[in-house]
């Protein structure tokens, strides 16, 4: 067995283990030497604004821009709570949910915001929303599309802005229904937004029209579509339609594979979020003509509340509003008419405003439930066309999220007592 | 199903597998000559692509237009390859191995911020090949005619890179530097202009990888890591250095995968990572790999001795532990959460560089134990109601336990081998962490995983967790002096020798892999207390490669080392995420700077620095 022999004292050593004190203590001055802002007459509202921007800049930088729109008409309105200009204090959680947890205890601990606002993926939405319910923090999310967020991990804290998958898969069974096809097929990321998506779908278009059958699914992996292979297995199964769930570039690989292949002749595609300008635009002129989608037909909608949007959005930032900009600026809009109606910061206070708040969107007006804590925000439903060399929707409805909801005797089944 | 829905789908496979050789290609390359894990490979593919639909906007519009950008956008690729040889590679052939990885993990934060900043958030899609739009009929069903060209195009490549390395002067010149960098270098060879031609190939085939998918996939900002990944695994699988294996190698995934979805639809999540355990378990050393040299005669990732502290060192850090301990008093509550971080990360990073540095075994997918140590303490408190100290003791049980299992088909592989089993074994472990729904919440994670309440004040889980890591690095500390510690590190200076004198082996590695999973789940433990929820990216290849940059900025050769890589990469990306949207430029900027600067890590340079003024030059 070796001996130890007594080394001298190893400057380099020492050297080391300062060097990491060091370090230690530059982070920890660093975060302690925080800007404190005084208090004076017109003290800012801080809201906490966490969304993934260097992960998915496709949807969250217009969203950003929506946010902002909205918060500058705000304060140009002479702000909330009799004069109280909001201040957004917006940061990047780089797509991990880890990271935007700590970002929301900083936002809290150290930014003293009033509440929290924002994200992206479901995941990220799930541990915000469960971050606010340990702290006692109202959460406003924003974009998240799992059903779990207002359901089955739901809790007094958290809010929802966006029709669920849910919802907008009771949307598209609507039109589903009323095809003549029977066998099915379909294809979905292989992850939770996809499973459920596609579990909805099976289940609410049986209920509705029994006899229908589902031959077969495809499950690519987010963002790796293997767009050749993956049209040709569902050509194979021959079905009489397809339900797709995949978007971004995925889709955009996989309408330009399978149009090539002859994959969509004499199938109709019933398609989730497919004609929202985020994923509509991308494809150009090669827009799969004929889906059945959910999405936003921005250049078409003449409502008087759309129009002022439309307006003030295009003069802002000089380009059409995607779907994430209708979602930044009406999550900020509902933030500030709680706020006006909790007539308060405080916690509680805003949670029993939210509970059934009542706020004009560009889509209309829509309603927080106090049930489950989703909006009644809803979708364009319509089929793709190409018009100018670009995709866009005709025989579009505005679908209108109440009425896609299940029964409130159901609802309360699917979420946690409270 | 019918023979024609089959012919196709095969032939719709080969494309796909033709493409990834393409990019595969490249890296083999790059990699058998240099030895550089280089993760910028991917970051070259994605320019290729963004370039080539941007110079098709300016070319003129047909045929001539399209090859032309195709063509230019592989030469700036490859241009770009050579100023990363010049500017940085040549500064690092000197490191430790693996050091360079850290410089071109650098490169591929700036290269995604700036390629956000030129060509925008949106995801782009290019026209189709002028000439090759059309489809032809392969028994009666539509085939593109462009996947035809790419199916040809694959051996077409492969036969001009075996010219250029069998016929031509140059390309023997590499293979001699190669196979011995010594005796070339004797000869008068000069190794640095080759390795910057040999850039320049690679890099210009991953232009042209990325060039060639314009015209069949969406452009976006993600497609860097998930190409790199992909062909790093075609390259092992081939076997390091053999172009014909990573053709033959991206040919076999390319198939697998358009038969595996066939029987299998969500398959494609794991089956590169499949193939991949499943090859090397039976060769070790790929399809066609050649038997590595043995263990201790190539360049060694450290040789550290890892002496123990004296009085003054002890004395230090007894200080500076007992300051730490006070930080509460003072600091506040976001501090003391960042410090937190920075504690379980340290942890983290002292378990893979115990592993690496004492071990001599590199990890590609240490981040499985930090998650199975999280997924361990999570499902104890949702499953079995468990309180957070029991929960916190099985963390570092069930790490330890599955990296036990894992170590024992891994440990006999050596080098870049190794590090890709254990790549495939995390992925093989998240992929079920992620389909396992019922059991782990699938992607939607694992949620209300707080401490109980005598430690869910700040301060208090700031001293639990101080407690914790810094008694197990203490421990770690310990053993690395005791005799395990000698033994394990004989075995990885010499293999050979250490048998000899009757030390076995492949049960200390075993041991020493199953142990660093074990402290990485403990880690991983207090990780799910600290954020109140878990999810499957905890186990993803970004937190094994945070971990190695944490360990390699750290430096190697101290014990010291990983908490201040932990404590300067932390501190910094949480800082820079706060104060600009352009956090990854800035972070991969001084990623750039600190290898550039100081080229073994920064408790290397301090080490040196410090012994040279004592005039005790006690490192070799």
Known sequence: ?418 | MSMAHLVVQLLSGLAAGSVLFLIASGLSIIFGVTRIVNFAHGSFTMLGAYLTIDLIGRLPDGGFGFWAAVGLAALVAGGLGVLLERLVLRRLYRSPELFPLLATFGVVLIVQDAALALWGPEDLLGPRAPGLTGTVLVLGLRFPVYDLFLIALGPVVLGLLRLVFHGTGWGTRVRAATEDPEMAAALGIDQHRLFTGVLFLGSALAGLGGALQVPREAITLQMDMATVIEAFVVVVIGGMGSLGGAFVAALLIGVLQAFGILAFPRIALVLVFLVMAVVLMLRPNGLFGRAEPAAGSHQALSQGSFAPPGPLARLVGGIALGLLALVPLAANDYSLIVLTEIFILALFAASLHFLLAVGGMVSFGHAAFFGLGAYGAALAVTGLDAAMLPALALAPLAAGLGAALVGALCVRLGGVYLAMLTLAFAQILWSIVFQWSSVTGGDNGLLGIWPEPWASGRAAYYWLTLVLCAGAMLGLRRLVAAPFGYALRASRDSALRAAAVGLPVDRLRWLAFALAGALAGLAGGLQAFAKGSVFPALLAVPTSVDGLVMVLLGGLEALSGPLVGAAVFHGLETEAMRGTGHWRLLLGAVILAMVLVCPSGLSGVVGRVAARLTGSARRP
């Open chain 1, 1 to 418: 067995m070796p001996t130890l022999k007594k080394s001298a004292p190893s400057l380099g050593f020492v050297a080391t283990q300062a060097l990491a004190a060091v370090a230690l203590a530059a982070v920890a001055l660093g975060a302690a030497m925080l800007p404190i802002v005084p208090a004076v007459a017109a003290e800012p509202v801080r809201i906490g604004e966490i969304n993934s921007y260097t992960g998915l800049p496709a949807f969250t930088v217009p969203y950003r821009q929506g946010w902002q729109l909205a918060v500058e008409e705000i304060n140009a309105a002479g702000g909330v709570l009799g004069g109280r200009p909001l201040e957004v204090i917006s940061r990047d959680d780089g797509a991990k949910p880890g990271d935007a947890v700590r970002i929301a205890s900083e936002l809290v601990a150290a930014e003293k915001v009033a509440l929290l606002a924002g994200t992206f993926f479901s995941h990220i939405g799930l541990a915000v929303g469960d971050f606010a319910q340990h702290n006692k923090i109202l959460f406003v999310a924003a974009e998240p599309l799992s059903d779990s967020l207002t359901w089955s991990k739901g809790n007094r804290y958290t809010f929802r802005l966006r029709p669920s998958n849910y919802m907008q898969c009771a949307m598209l069974v609507e039109e589903a229904a009323k095809l003549p096809a029977r066998r099915w097929a379909t294809v979905a990321p292989n992850y939770e937004y996809g499973q459920s998506a596609t579990g909805w779908f099976k289940t609410l278009l049986k209920e509705r029209k029994p006899g229908t059958s589902f031959v077969g699914e495809q499950w690519p992996t987010q963002g790796k579509l293997e767009a050749g292979t993956t049209v040709q297995a569902l050509a194979a199964l021959e079905p009489d339609a397809l339900f797709n769930a995949t978007f971004a570039a995925d889709l955009a690989k996989m309408v330009r594979e399978g149009t090539q292949r002859g994959l969509f002749e004499g199938r109709t595609v019933v398609s989730l979020l497919t004609g929202e300008p985020e994923y509509l635009d991308p494809l150009k002129d090669e827009a799969p003509v004929g889906w059945i989608v959910t999405g936003y037909p921005w250049d078409q909608i003449t409502t008087p509340e759309h129009r002022v949007f439309l307006e003030a959005y295009r003069r802002r930032f000089g380009e059409p509003p995607r779907l994430g900009s209708v979602v930044g600026y009406t999550t900020f809009k509902a933030i500030a008419a709680a706020l006006e109606k909790a007539e308060s910061t405080a916690t509680e206070r805003l949670v029993e405003a939210f509970e059934g708040l009542e706020v004009m969107s560009p889509f209309g007006a829509i309603r927080f439930r106090a049930i489950d804590h989703q909006s009644t925000m809803g979708a364009y439903v319509g089929r793709i066309a190409v018009k100018d060399g670009r995709g866009t929707m005709v025989d579009w409805r505005y679908a209108d999220g109440a009425d896609y909801l299940p029964a409130d005797d159901i609802v309360r089944t699917l979420r946690p007592a409270p």
